[in-house]
């Protein structure tokens, strides 16, 4: 089934020291690992959310074989929420009623997961999240929200309404939402193993 996806592309890469867009795993940069998946998943448009005009510069020639659209944060913090928001109205001008998020940092993401998630986002269900064990130690406590795939009015004005409030954590807003969580077994049975959701955040997990 078609789709839309966005890369969240906008980190400042401070742990890894280097854009990690860029960045060469087996071969081919981290960026195109995730559009490949995308491609192959049956993605037929995608968003890459950056800082600036100048790291698109920086990433054109390396996605120049994909169609993509640029969308740019707003301001010059690291914020998440921010970044999110500023795409998912990027998205809502293009019309797109639902969203497969990417983080940067995941290149080696299987297309069964972004085939099977927007299979399940059905009626009145406005998100569907994966699970992993990668992280249940973190204060997610294993749930994936940037590889959900998401309805974008709802999740704007949810985000919209979170900011106001000091707890404005994403796994937060979207438990807070109609949603289904995708758990280890599920995605288990499809063929994915754990290697899916590895972040890479140093380099020392390129390694």
Known sequence: MPFEAIILAGGKSKRMGRDKATLEIEGKAMIVHILDALKSAGCNNVLIQIKSPETQKILSPLVSDYDVI????????SDILQALYSALNT??????DFVQLVPIDTPFLSSILFEKLTELCKDDVEVVIPSSNSS???SSKGLEPL???VKVKPAIKK???????????LVKIFCEMNHIIIEQPQWEKWGI??????NLNYPKDCE
Request: glycine share 6%.
């Open 147 to 149: 590889l959900s795939y």
């Open 136 to 138: 249940k130690n973190t």
């Open 193 to 198: 193993t754990e290697k899916s959701f590895k």
């Open 159 to 169: 985000i919209s309404d979170a900011r106001k409030y000091k707890d404005n954590r």
């Open 91 to 96: 998205a809502l001008k293009h019309q797109w």
């Open 70 to 77: 640029w969308g740019f944060d707003e301001g010059n913090e």
